[in-house]
T-cell receptor, first 118, second 113 residues
């Protein structure tokens, strides 16, 4: 059973370049979450997506960041014109379909993508 | 969002049980209690979750107070591989379609050989 797959594991970008991080959810999971962890800080929620829909993007920076989860293929977190402050670990998580708020559903994380902006 | 309170750090010896406490006095009736752990340079790993009754799995046990205002994660025999940051999180839902987990600072568990 493959877990949540993220790639690349490590990415180095120069200031001003674009970073694309990919996430393939666990088999059978249709919900994807992205979290960011800055150095020496906790995990911060960024965005929650279902196939072709953004459900909650309350944690996404207003500019330069975008996320998608197309009908086919992995979820993509895109960071345009990266700055040094974007250097962080980006974690993707997935969960199966959630039918009710009482499901007690849990989410499963990937190993993360470490972005370094130089 | 209901918050949780955990000690910043705890220390244990190898082969001994560890009890990691968590307070969540403002928990609502439908909040599940989740525990994750994160080893250095790795993604968070699901440990266990529960609603009202105590729960056991191969990794740990979760003891939930009768009033649900606190819970304890129990590692029955700590190993060096259990050294990690442990997060106690309340699972919030919103109409059944939004179930994000909000991480706090967690408890850094050190296991001594």
């Amino acid at each position: 059973n493959a877990g949540v797959m993220q790639n690349p594991r490590h990415l180095v970008r120069r200031r001003g370049q674009e970073a694309r991080l990919r996430c393939s959810p666990m088999k059978g999971h249709s919900h994807v979450y992205w979290y960011r962890q800055l150095p020496e800080e906790g995990l911060k929620f960024m965005v929650y997506l279902q196939k072709e829909n953004i459900i909650d993007e309350s944690g996404m920076p207003k500019e330069r960041f975008s996320a998608e989860f197309p009908k086919e293929g992995p979820s993509i977190l895109r960071i345009q014109q990266v700055v040094r402050g974007d250097s962080a670990a980006y974690f993707c998580a997935s969960s199966p379909r959630i039918d009710t708020v009482h499901s007690g559903n849990t989410i499963y994380f990937g190993e993360g993508s470490w972005l370094t902006v130089v | 969002d209901a918050k949780t309170t955990q000690p910043n750090s705890m220390e244990s010896n190898e082969e001994e049980p560890v009890h990691l406490p968590c307070n969540h006095s403002t928990i609502s009736g439908t909040d599940y209690i989740h525990w994750y752990r994160q080893l250095p340079s790795q993604g968070p790993e699901y440990v266990i979750h529960g609603l009202t009754s105590n729960v056991n799995n191969r990794m740990a046990s979760l003891a939930i107070a009768e009033d649900r205002k606190s819970s304890t994660l129990i590692l029955h025999r700590a190993t060096l591989r259990d050294a990690a940051v442990y997060y106690c999180i309340l699972g919030k839902g919103s109409g059944g379609s939004n179930y994000k987990l909000t991480f706090g600072k967690g408890t850094l568990l050190t296991v001594n050989p």
